[in-house]
């Protein structure tokens, strides 16, 4: 069993950056797949970030990759989202997720079998 906590998000003005932080429970998170995906207001949930267990795969949303930056701290059970040049269409509510050990990173949420609750990210202009 994995439980996951979010935090880091907030309003901030476009160009502006924000770093979302995930901590995880459980003894064995060092062997999860994190992701991160987010859900706007009146959309479905989408993916945005994965990476693997040791950090050094990663795979983007297309349409973030470059502002976007996933990374994780084993040692604190720990993964992050840096972003950076927030625009006004990245609001959303972000979620962490974690998936079971994989050969490959999950960019679909029925992949993924533990969630935290959210944190509101919004984005002025």
């Known amino acids: 069993q994995v439980q996951l906590g979010e935090s880091g998000g907030g309003l901030v003005e476009a160009g502006g950056s924000l770093r979302l932080s995930c901590t995880a429970s459980g003894r064995f998170f060092n062997n999860y797949i994190m992701g991160w995906f987010r859900q706007p207001p009146g959309k479905e949930r989408e993916f945005v970030a994965a990476?693997?267990?040791?950090?050094?795969?990663?795979s983007y949303a297309h349409s973030l990759k470059g502002r976007f930056t996933i990374s994780r701290d084993n040692a604190k059970n720990t993964v992050h989202l840096q972003m950076n040049w927030l625009e006004p269409e990245d609001t959303a509510v972000y979620y962490c997720?974690?998936?079971?050990?994989?050969?490959?990173?999950?960019?679909?949420?029925?992949?993924?079998?533990?969630w935290g609750q959210g944190t509101q990210v919004t984005v002025s202009s």
């Open positions: 997720a974690a998936d079971p050990p994989s050969p490959t990173l999950a960019t679909e949420a029925h992949e993924y079998d533990y």
């Open positions: 990476i693997n267990w040791s950090g050094i795969i990663t």
